[in-house]
């Protein structure tokens, strides 16, 4: 019995990695392209490092991906999302780890379907972590782009801080299938106001794909990918830890990819080439 777990979980996490773009999307419900957000600023008294994570929930149905089993693939399901709510999810990872408590879980209705506000335990740091609905991937996307550009920048509150978010964030992170893979984007993403955004992508082949948009928008990538992974929270952590220890970018991008080699058994050799920085 203890070997078919193995055997199982092994699957699952080998049909993870190769899920990115051997299904045709099923685009019949997608949402309607939005129009370009308004170029302003918002005005935020928080002066803390914000990190802002896009999490396009894992969905069999409204994704080019291959289908995952049922309950971790439900791209409408947060609770047990692979990128989500599974052990090395975003929501369960995080709250799992001894450097981040969390503050605030909020449900929202529409193609955001839960946000969570986490809070460093000893730096004076924010993470806000939202789960999009999977079939709204192109929107989410569309958003992570759009903050990274300086375009779109909101804020929220908690306990009397306003905390900048979207374009206001100092890092802006993007988990999740590669959608580019299946639906193309305007160059629209251009710098609106001349800072330049640490980013994150943890997504398959995401340097390709990207790489126009992260330029016209003036974004420093410090870990994204060169093949197909698994996108899930272990790197992105680990990396984060770098990020606010105001470790130089190699040292960034060697956090990632030691955690990746840690959770994945793969080789140091492998997950170098796998994980890169810059563009």
């Given at each position: 019995?203890?070997?078919?777990?193995?055997?199982?979980?092994?699957?699952?996490?080998?049909?993870?990695?190769?899920?990115?773009?051997?299904?045709?999307?099923?685009?019949?419900?997608?949402?309607t392209?939005?129009?370009?957000?308004?170029?302003?600023?918002?005005?935020?008294?928080?002066?803390?490092?914000?990190?802002?994570?896009?999490?396009?929930?894992?969905?069999?149905?409204?994704?080019?991906?291959?289908?995952?089993?049922k309950?971790?693939?439900?791209?409408?399901?947060?609770?047990?999302?692979?990128?989500?709510?599974?052990?090395?999810g975003?929501?369960?990872?995080?709250?799992?780890?001894?450097?981040?408590?969390?503050?605030?879980?909020?449900?929202?209705?529409?193609?955001?379907?839960?946000?969570?506000?986490f809070?460093?335990?000893?730096?004076?740091?924010?993470?806000?972590?939202?789960?999009?609905?999977?079939?709204?991937?192109?929107?989410?996307?569309?958003?992570?782009?759009?903050?990274?550009?300086?375009?779109?920048?909101?804020?929220?509150?908690?306990?009397?801080?306003?905390?900048?978010?979207?374009?206001?964030?100092?890092?802006?992170a993007?988990?999740?299938?590669?959608?580019?893979?299946?639906?193309?984007?305007?160059?629209?993403?251009?710098?609106a106001?001349?800072?330049?955004?640490?980013?994150i992508?943890?997504?398959?082949?995401?340097?390709?794909?990207?790489?126009?948009?992260?330029?016209?928008?003036?974004?420093?990538?410090?870990?994204?990918?060169?093949?197909?992974?698994?996108?899930?929270?272990?790197?992105?952590?680990?990396?984060i830890?770098?990020?606010?220890?105001?470790?130089?970018?190699?040292?960034?991008?060697?956090?990632?990819?030691?955690?990746?080699?840690?959770?994945?058994?793969?080789?140091?050799?492998?997950?170098?080439?796998?994980?890169?920085?810059?563009?």
């Open positions: 019995m203890h070997r078919r777990l193995n055997f199982i979980f092994t699957l699952v996490i080998l049909m993870s990695i190769s899920a990115c773009a051997q299904k045709p999307a099923d685009k019949a419900s997608a949402t392209k939005p129009a370009t957000p308004k170029l302003k600023d918002i005005a935020y008294s928080n002066t803390a490092k914000v990190i802002h994570v896009f999490v396009a929930l894992c969905d069999n149905k409204y994704q080019g991906i291959v289908p995952l089993p309950a971790i693939g439900n791209g409408q399901d947060p609770e047990t999302n692979l990128y989500w709510g599974c052990d090395n975003v929501r369960t990872y995080f709250k799992k780890s001894k450097e981040w408590q969390l503050l605030k879980k909020v449900k929202i209705k529409g193609m955001i379907m839960e946000r969570l506000v809070k460093h335990r000893s730096k004076d740091a924010y993470l806000v972590a939202d789960a999009w609905d999977g079939r709204s991937i192109e929107k989410t996307t569309e958003d992570f782009l759009y903050s990274a550009a300086g375009q779109l920048k909101d804020t929220i509150h908690y306990n009397k801080q306003v905390i900048g978010i979207g374009g206001n964030a100092r890092l802006l993007y988990i999740g299938h590669d959608g580019l893979m299946d639906f193309g984007l305007a160059d629209k993403f251009h710098n106001d001349g800072q330049t955004r640490d980013c992508i943890l997504a398959c082949i995401s340097k390709s794909y990207f790489k126009g948009f992260m330029t016209t928008a003036k974004a420093n990538p410090l870990v994204w990918t060169t093949g197909l992974m698994c996108p899930e929270a272990y790197t992105l952590h680990d990396a830890t770098g990020y606010l220890n105001n470790e130089p970018t190699q040292k960034i991008r060697s956090r990632a990819v030691a955690a990746y080699v840690k959770y994945q058994k793969c080789s140091v050799n492998a997950a170098s080439n796998l994980l890169v920085s810059g563009l």
